[in-house]
Structure formats: structure tokens, C-alpha cells
């Protein structure tokens, strides 16, 4: 039998373990890091469509992730998405001119914001707003879109070409 | 025909008998008011025989099949060209749902049993009627610490599991398999929710701990007093647990799932 000395140091030792355990879990695992967003600015940007974007997507800039979406909220007068972005302290000099789009990464992957820097000399800072967004790419939109140029406009003809298609 | 319908009927009794027993005693075990000074060390020792020692399996374990959910979901992933979501299948399987069960499976097995013994051959030697005879409370001395120690150590048991199945994973994917490191992380990182994924899995472990503890110490304690009455006790506190644990699992998933 252990003294309840060393019982309770491996016991202490033990918890210890545990919350180690639940910080990994927290930080390394599920990447828990909105509470930490002290050293940095916020950014908005209004976009006509986000796509899939959620909360805690990436902001990159060349493909390198220098923030993360905080928030995302209906305008309820422009009916625009106005997303709220948190960008690195260190990222301080993009351009405010810069054009904020949505991309996909891969063909599947999940929606981010891409940044291109123009060619302003005064920077963004905590609470300006990019004015030139560009909306995420939607599938069946382009999809649409396609099929209409290919038709030339003319509606009937893919309906009537569909009809006897069924037919056969 | 009537033997029958009243052999059914008693065994019903004895059923809603002993939930009832099962709830007395966790009752006068947990609302008296445990005296700090005499009661801390008690618990302490119990996380240190419940806790500590199951230490071993249970990092054992969660590495092993860390590995093996790991293997396995590689070579499924990668026929759709999909092996950098590796990490996500991981901890989220190992999170939500492996983690939480198979601890508490291994607790059972490992911790609950030898309580259950150690419990009934205290009534069986008359340890617990002797303690009365000198007016020590064995609600208070020997069963309240077991739960108590039970309780605690049972959530951090499925933490450590946790991030040591992650872990192997990783050491299969990346370091084996020669997947991107980043990758593995960031997607994983991408996918998990903390208060989603990781604090469901932390409460499913609470309940499990509770209900495995509960279950032995009920085992032990109303033990036939013989033998051939403790090993059925170890037997039952194994088998019953388990099946509660997995039962209890399904419905707290689907809570979970739908969102209370």
C-alpha cells in the first residue's frame, strides 16, 4: 500500500494528465481559437451571395490563411450577406482597395475568402469595410447559365429537344 | 397458467424491487452530507485505484485503435481520392462515439468488477456489519468514496483516450502513410466543433462513468454474501454495464443528434 502521500501526487499528476488532454482536444483538435482573437483588426464586406461560407472559414491572402471569418449577418436593407472577418495583427498593410472574393477550395472542399491586394497606399484597419467583393461560385447557377448561352436564349427549343428525348 | 403469470408477476416485482434498492442507496450515499476532512482522502484513494490504475489499458487502447480507425479509414478514403480527410473521420468517430463507449467499456471491465468484488467480500466477511456495530456510517466510508472516485475519474479517463487515439492516428497517417501533416490538423480542425463534438463527448462520458459506477457499487453492496454470490456480482456488474452503457449511448446520441 502507497502512503497517502504518493497517492496523492499520482492522483494530482493524473489531473494534470487530463487537462492537458482537454486543452489538445480544445486547441490542437477542434482549433478553439475565437476566444483568443485579441492581437488583430476586423474587416467587413458585403457579399450579394456567400455560398456555403460559414463562421470560422478561412481569409487567405496567395493561398495563405492570415484570418477567419467571425460573423455573418443579413443586411436587412441591401438583402447582402455582411460578413465580419478577423485578420492577423501582423497582416496591418493590405491595401484598402483590395477586392475580397469567395472561392472553393478544390472541387468539393469547403468555401474560404480570398483577398487581393490593389494598389492603395492607405491600409484597412479594425472596422473598414471592402467595398469590391466578389460573390462565391454556385454550381447550378453557372450550370444555368450555361445551358442558356448555349441555347442562345432561345428556351423552347431545350424543352422540345428534352420532350422527344423522353420519347425515345 | 396462472404459475406462469405469477412467476412473470414476481419477477416483475423483484425487478421494479431492485431499481428501487439501487436508487436508496445512491441516495443516502450522495444527498448526506459527507464530512470533508475524513471523506477528501477516501476519494482520493479511490481515483488513484479507479483512475490511475486503469491508466494503462486505457492509453494502450486508445492508441491501438487510433491506429486501426486510422489504417482502415485510409484505405477506404483514399478509393475516393479522399485520404486528406483523414484526420476529420478520426476525431470525430473518436470523439463523439469511440472514445466516451469504449472507455467506459474498459472502466467497466477493469474498475467497475473489482469494486463490485471488493465490495461484496466486505459483506461477506462482515466488514460492513462490523463497521455499524462501531457506529461508522459504511454508506459514508466505503461506498460514497468508490462512487465519488468513480465519477471523477471516468471523464478524465476518456480525455486522455481522446487525444492518445488521435494521436495514433496520426502516427499512421502521417507518419506511416505520409499524409500532409498540416492537412491532417487544419482539416481536422475544420470539422471538429469544440462544444458540438468534443463537450458532447465529454458529457456522454459523465453519464457513462455515473451509470458504470452506480451499477458496481449496487452490485457489490446487495451481493449474496457467499462466493458463488460475489462472482455473480463481478459477472452482472460487467454485463449490465455494458449494456447500459451501449443503450445509453444510442439515446444520448439521438438527444444530441436532434438537438434536444
Keep these: 500500500m502507497l502512503s497517502q502521500r504518493t497517492i496523492e501526487i499520482v492522483v494530482g499528476l493524473f489531473l494534470l494528465a487530463a487537462i492537458c488532454a482537454l486543452l489538445v482536444l480544445a486547441f490542437k483538435v477542434s482549433g478553439l481559437t475565437t476566444f483568443f482573437h485579441s492581437g488583430g483588426y476586423r474587416v467587413e464586406a458585403d457579399f450579394d451571395d456567400i455560398g456555403q461560407l460559414k463562421v470560422r472559414s478561412a481569409v487567405k491572402i496567395s493561398g495563405v490563411t492570415i484570418g477567419e471569418v467571425t460573423r455573418i449577418q443579413l443586411d436587412p436593407n441591401t438583402y447582402q450577406a455582411k460578413v465580419t472577418m478577423w485578420l492577423n495583427s501582423y497582416m496591418n498593410a493590405i491595401p484598402d482597395d483590395s477586392s475580397a472574393a469567395i472561392l472553393t477550395a478544390g472541387l468539393l472542399g469547403d468555401n474560404y475568402i480570398e483577398i487581393s491586394p490593389m494598389y492603395s497606399h492607405t491600409f484597412l484597419h479594425n472596422g473598414s469595410e471592402i467595398k469590391d467583393t466578389k460573390s462565391a461560385m454556385i454550381l447550378e447557377k453557372l450550370i444555368g447559365q450555361f445551358l442558356f448561352k448555349i441555347n442562345g436564349g432561345n428556351g423552347d427549343k431545350t424543352s422540345t429537344e428534352k420532350s422527344t428525348g423522353d420519347k425515345k | ?260
Design chain 2, 1 to 260: 397458467m396462472l404459475n406462469y403469470i405469477a412467476s412473470l408477476g414476481r419477477f416483475g416485482m423483484h425487478l421494479i424491487q431492485q431499481y428501487g434498492q439501487a436508487g436508496v442507496l445512491l441516495s443516502r450515499t450522495l444527498l448526506r452530507l459527507p464530512n470533508p476532512r475524513k471523506g477528501f482522502p477516501l476519494v482520493v484513494q479511490q481515483v488513484y485505484a479507479e483512475g490511475v490504475l486503469s491508466l494503462l489499458i486505457i492509453i494502450v487502447s486508445g492508441l491501438f485503435i487510433g491506429m486501426v480507425v486510422g489504417l482502415q479509414g485510409y484505405h477506404t478514403l483514399a478509393k475516393f481520392g479522399a485520404s486528406q480527410e483523414l484526420g476529420p473521420l478520426v476525431a470525430l468517430s473518436v470523439v463523439r462515439e469511440l472514445g466516451p463507449v469504449v472507455t467506459a467499456l474498459l472502466f467497466a471491465g477493469r474498475a467497475g468488477s473489482a469494486i463490485a468484488a471488493e465490495i461484496g467480500l466486505m459483506k461477506a466477511t462482515e466488514q460492513l456489519s462490523s463497521m455499524e456495530m462501531m457506529a461508522v456510517d459504511p454508506l459514508q466510508r466505503v461506498i460514497a468514496p468508490r462512487c465519488w472516485g468513480g465519477f471523477i475519474s471516468m471523464p478524465l479517463l476518456t480525455l486522455i483516450f481522446n487525444v492518445t487515439a488521435v494521436y495514433g492516428a496520426y502516427l499512421v497517417g502521417v507518419k506511416w502513410l505520409g499524409l500532409d501533416a498540416g492537412a491532417f490538423w487544419s482539416n481536422m480542425q475544420a470539422s471538429v466543433d469544440f462544444n458540438l463534438d468534443v463537450v458532447n463527448g465529454i458529457i456522454k462520458s459523465i453519464a457513462f462513468g455515473f451509470v458504470v459506477t452506480w451499477i458496481a457499487v449496487y452490485q457489490g453492496y446487495y451481493a449474496e454474501p457467499t462466493s458463488a454470490g460475489i462472482a455473480n456480482a463481478t459477472t452482472r456488474t460487467v454485463v449490465y454495464s455494458s449494456l447500459a452503457v451501449l443503450g445509453l449511448d444510442f439515446v444520448l446520441t439521438t438527444m444530441m443528434i436532434g438537438g434536444w
